[in-house]
């Protein structure tokens, strides 16, 4: 398997992780899937690490996912950015979404961790 295959599975996995702690409300999993300084660029605003993992201190706020159309693009040594179609449904609602994710993932000592992310809702 080629290196762009590689970080592409790894990066999906990671991602994976994330939204998998959004459906199971499990800050501890959020928290050390984001660096210290996360930033998250969403619709409503600019949200550091904390908002990301305290929007779980009353449980689950997704109730299902699935992403496609992934794509990893190496941004130097130690970085990567993966792009990709989020559709989902939030806890206590049941209409879908849709959202095109790009995340910046930085590569340590212990396994990739995301630094920045940014959400852009689909056109209607």
Not at 44 to 50: E, I, L, M, N, T
Not at 64 to 75: E, K
Request: net charge negative.
């Amino acid at each position: 398997m080629n290196s762009d295959n590689m970080l592409l599975l790894e990066l999906k996995q990671c991602e994976t992780n994330v939204w998998d702690a959004l459906v199971a409300g499990d800050m501890e999993a959020d928290s050390a899937a984001l660096h210290q300084s996360f930033l998250g660029v969403y619709a409503s605003g600019f949200s550091p690490k904390s908002h990301h993992v305290n929007q779980l201190e009353n449980g689950p706020t997704i109730k299902s996912f699935a992403l496609s159309d992934l794509q990893a693009r190496h941004l130097g040594d130690d970085h990567a950015l993966l792009s990709y179609r989020a559709d989902f449904t939030r806890a206590h609602r049941d209409e879908q979404e849709t959202m095109y994710v790009s995340s910046i993932w930085q590569r340590t000592q212990n396994g990739w961790i995301n630094i920045f992310s940014q959400d852009t809702p689909a056109a209607d």
